[in-house]
């Protein structure tokens, strides 16, 4: 028991990451019940999507669950952009036989809002997280009033105190070793991202409330050093993508377990905010990083359906195959075996060799 396993309830202070388009309830359930912190992650969730999803969540564990929103501010739409991003991609639309004109902008994603809190308030869940700072203070409020535990991102120090101020219950560190998008909310400036163990201690002396390590860690000693660097918990993404209760496509599970995931790289190309994923023909092509690209989420309409035409032949040359740069914890196991195994590093001393 520490001052994170009291704060969440859990056995263990392991959480498992939420990882939109890539997990639904299952394997939450599944680690909940480990003893760990399952987490569904709403982002790409329709409000029947997210009703269904926290409805099988509370029916598959007493324990408690984590449940994940985004919120960002929804830019405004700049047709100027958006035509020049379609220029792009003209050539592929053409050699995939897709007619540009016909495909709809639109927001991939839609940020924590009042619809999303009024199904999330019949469930009242132990713990609910936000990527990309906070949502409005009122929102907050109506979260907390049914004692939830709130968790957030922080990918620099001052984001951490900002978080703090700002009244969450722990920090999450996120490195830029992590798989996904950078949790990055007070500035777009790639070069104040550094790794987990320059992060982690640096947001441990700045803060008072507990925190969490996020980004590169795959194993029990991972687990182990995070903690010696003054961490009050971990929480893993990559590791859980090739667990049995994930629904990380076959594709991208080839890609994880292959040579391939040896090359990742932070882009934006597939939603206007930088991610990390294993680096694919358009990242190659396009970017990773090309200032043409929509703001997020806007990016996404126009490469979907390029990314669906090539995933149905069997190729992830268009698609996000998210990923962190440690992908060795990438195994086709039960999510209960992984979190039995990682929590072996709170017992442990991290390795000397
Ligand atoms: C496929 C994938 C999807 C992710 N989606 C989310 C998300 O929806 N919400 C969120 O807060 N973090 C998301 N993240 C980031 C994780 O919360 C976490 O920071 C990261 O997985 C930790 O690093 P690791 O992947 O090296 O373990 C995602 C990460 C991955 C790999």
New binding site residues.
């Given amino acids: 028991m520490n001052a994170l396993t009291t704060l969440l309830g859990t056995e263990f202070p392991l959480i498992q ?6 997990q639904g309830a299952a394997l939450a359930v599944a680690v909940s019940n480990a003893g760990a912190l399952g987490s569904l ?1 709403c ?1 790409t969730l329709s409000p029947d999507a997210m009703d269904r999803e926290l409805a099988a969540l509370a029916a598959g564990t007493q324990r408690p669950y984590n449940v ?1 929103f ?1 919120c960002h501010a929804q830019p405004e739409a700049d047709e100027a952009r958006e035509a020049a991003w379609r220029a792009w991609l003209t050539t592929y639309y053409h050699e995939a036989g897709l007619d540009i004109d016909t495909v709809p902008a639109g927001a991939g994603r839609v940020p924590f809002n009042r619809a999303a809190l009024d199904i999330l308030e019949r469930f009242r869940p132990k713990v609910v ?3 990309f700072g906070l949502p409005d203070l009122d929102l907050l409020d109506r979260v907390k009033g049914w004692g939830a535990v709130v968790l957030s ?1 922080a990918t620099t120090v001052e984001e951490a105190r900002w978080l703090e101020a700002f009244g969450v219950d722990a920090v ?1 560190a ?2 830029i ?5 950078r ?1 990055m909310f007070l500035s777009d400036d790639l070069t104040t991202q550094t790794g987990t163990f320059a992060l982690l201690p640096q947001i441990v002396a700045a803060v008072s409330v507990p925190v969490i390590a ?5 194993d029990a000693s991972g687990v182990a050093a995070a903690m010696a660097l003054g961490a009050s918990g971990v ?5 859980f ?1 090739c667990c049995t209760e994930a629904t990380t496509s076959a594709l991208h599970r080839a890609a994880l377990q292959s040579e391939a995931a040896h090359h990742t790289a932070l882009t934006h190309l597939f939603t206007g905010r930088p991610a ?1 994923g294993i680096v694919n023909r358009v990242m190659r092509e396009l970017g990773p990083m090309n200032p043409v690209a929509p703001a997020f989420p806007l990016a996404t309409a126009a490469i979907a359906p390029l990314r669906s035409h090539w995933e149905a032949k069997g190729s992830g040359d268009f698609s996000p195959l ?5 992908a060795s914890g990438c195994r086709e196991v039960p999510a209960a075996q992984l979190v039995n195994e990682l929590v072996q590093g709170f017992n442990a001393r991290p390795a000397t060799r």
Avoid: C, D, K, Y
């Fill in positions: 990451a939420p990882m939109a388009g890539v992650p982002a994940n985004f997280s936000f990527h991102s999450i996120q490195g070793e992590a798989g996904g998008h949790g996020a980004g590169g860690i795959a929480q893993v993404g990559t590791s993508l990390r998210w990923s962190g740069q440690n």
